[in-house]
C-alpha cells in the first residue's frame, strides 16, 4: 500500500489515471511509471510542485498498479 512521502498516513485517493491526492496533508500525488511528483493544491486550484523539498532518494518509487 502507497503511503504519503509527506505526511506518511496511508489515506490516498485515486483522483485520475496516474493521480491521486492524500486526504492527511491535502496534497496531490502524480506517479509517472516509478518516479512520483508531490504538489501542493493552491487555493485557486493551481499546483505548486513541492518535488524541491524530497531529496531524490527520499521520494518512493512505485509501480502505478501497486496502489
Known amino acids: ?3 504519503c512521502p509527506n ?3 496511508k489515506d ?3 483522483i485520475g489515471s496516474h493521480q491521486y491526492y ?4 491535502f496534497i496531490e500525488l502524480t506517479v ?3 518516479k512520483m511528483s508531490v504538489y501542493q493544491v493552491e487555493e ?4 505548486s510542485s513541492l ?3 524530497f531529496f531524490e532518494e527520499e ?3 512505485i509501480h502505478a498498479n501497486g496502489i
Open 12 to 14: 490516498i485517493g485515486k
Open 32 to 34: 509517472n511509471g516509478e
Open 22 to 25: 492524500c486526504w492527511g496533508c
Open 59 to 61: 521520494l518512493p518509487h
Open 44 to 47: 485557486d486550484g493551481t499546483l
Open 7 to 9: 505526511c506518511n498516513s
Open 51 to 53: 518535488d524541491d523539498l
Open 1 to 3: 500500500m502507497m503511503r
